[in-house]
């Protein structure tokens, strides 16, 4: 979806470095998030943003902090990256509370 | 607690009709999504069901049970493109979708 960006589209880390992924958007949604994509997990929320500043925390949010200084971005950082947190990791916006969710390309992360 | 269950894998014949069914036990009820993910791929939106009923768009349709926790996505006329997997996901409160595990359809010729 050409609203959407996440980069870096791949990254290799090593255990103990911190990693931060972007979330870049152009359709002005208030609402972002960030889910993470495990095999026999399915899709699990991390952090999401209401608003600029206003974030909160999602089903799996140790080890994970995020920020939202501008409307278009969302930074999901990991503060010490652990082998655990190797993942597919999604962003996804929508305009309103219930509205159908549409996501980024993903990054794989893989921590070493 | 949210629960959310769904077959793991499904395979069909092109040209079938296949059903991929969805129960879910959430402690609140706002509605359903339906996407539909190919390999390596994001997800992508199918349907949202709020009132009981079936909602048909297309080859797919969807249907919904609040009284019975179920839903369920049918594809008519299934191609080969078809083959991927379906997230089933409930909304149970404000911001926050709960993810099924997904059902891997595969269609063979």
């Known amino acids: 979806d050409a609203g959407i960006t996440q980069s870096p589209r791949h990254k290799v880390t090593e255990t103990g470095t911190p990693v931060t992924l972007r979330c870049h958007q152009t359709e002005n949604h208030r609402y972002m998030y960030w889910y993470r994509q495990d095999p026999g997990h399915g899709l699990r929320l991390i952090h999401y943003?209401?608003?600029?500043?206003?974030?909160d925390k999602g089903e799996v949010s140790d080890g994970y902090s995020v920020s939202r200084s501008k409307t278009e971005d969302f930074l999901l950082t990991l503060e010490s990256a652990t082998s655990s947190q190797t993942s597919v990791y999604f962003c996804a916006i929508n305009s309103v509370d219930n509205s159908p969710l549409h996501f980024g390309n993903g990054t794989r992360l893989t921590v070493t | 607690g949210q629960n959310i269950d769904q077959p793991t894998e499904m395979t069909a014949t092109e040209g079938a009709i296949v059903q991929i069914n969805c129960t879910y036990q959430?402690?609140?009820?706002?509605?359903l999504f339906w996407y539909q993910q190919h390999a390596g791929e994001a997800p992508t939106f199918l349907s949202y069901?709020?009132?009981?009923g079936l909602e048909e768009k297309g080859r797919f349709s969807s249907f919904l049970s609040r009284s019975k926790g179920y839903s369920y996505l049918l594809l008519k006329e299934l191609q080969m493109k078809d083959s991927a997997s379906y997230l089933c996901a409930v909304e149970a409160g404000s911001y926050q979708l709960t993810f099924g595990k997904g059902t891997k359809l595969s269609v063979i010729p």
């Open positions: 959430t402690s609140g009820f706002n509605g």
């Open positions: 943003s209401y608003g600029v500043k206003d974030t």
């Open positions: 069901n709020v009132l009981d």
